[in-house]
């Protein structure tokens, strides 16, 4: 198993949701210094903890074990995380609506 691989997704999903490491940690009932050891890969998963985050993140053990690395979505999604992360309330709920418009408009012409 490789832990490095899923500390980098419990990386991923936490910027997705805009929570930092002390976010994390205080969410799953682990210290700082735990969540950055997992996230580095320096430290091996219990169960408990590893369903803590899965819960905490809102995601299936699968997103975190077994990445889709061919399709590359997470990597997007880290991306759009990482653009949004300095995002005052008011820029993220525009960003929000023209995602969706977007999105609308792709789906009509597709």
């Not at 819960?55 to 975190?64: F, G, M, P």
């Not at 309330?89 to 977007?102: G, Y």
Request: one cysteine or more; charged letters at 30%.
């Amino acid at each position: 198993m490789d832990y490095y691989k899923i500390g980098q997704q419990v990386r991923k999903f936490r910027k997705l949701h805009l929570y930092s490491q002390e976010d994390l940690a205080e969410k799953v009932g682990i210290s700082v210094t735990h969540m950055s050891h997992i996230e580095t890969g320096n430290t091996k998963l219990s169960l408990p903890v590893l369903v803590s985050l899965i819960k905490a993140l809102e995601i299936r053990a699968d997103d975190l074990l077994f990445p889709r690395d061919h399709i590359n979505r997470n990597s997007i999604l880290d991306d759009l995380a990482e653009a949004l992360e300095d995002c005052s309330a008011q820029e993220l709920r525009i960003i929000a609506d023209v995602a969706k418009a977007t999105r609308a408009a792709i789906r009509k012409h597709s």
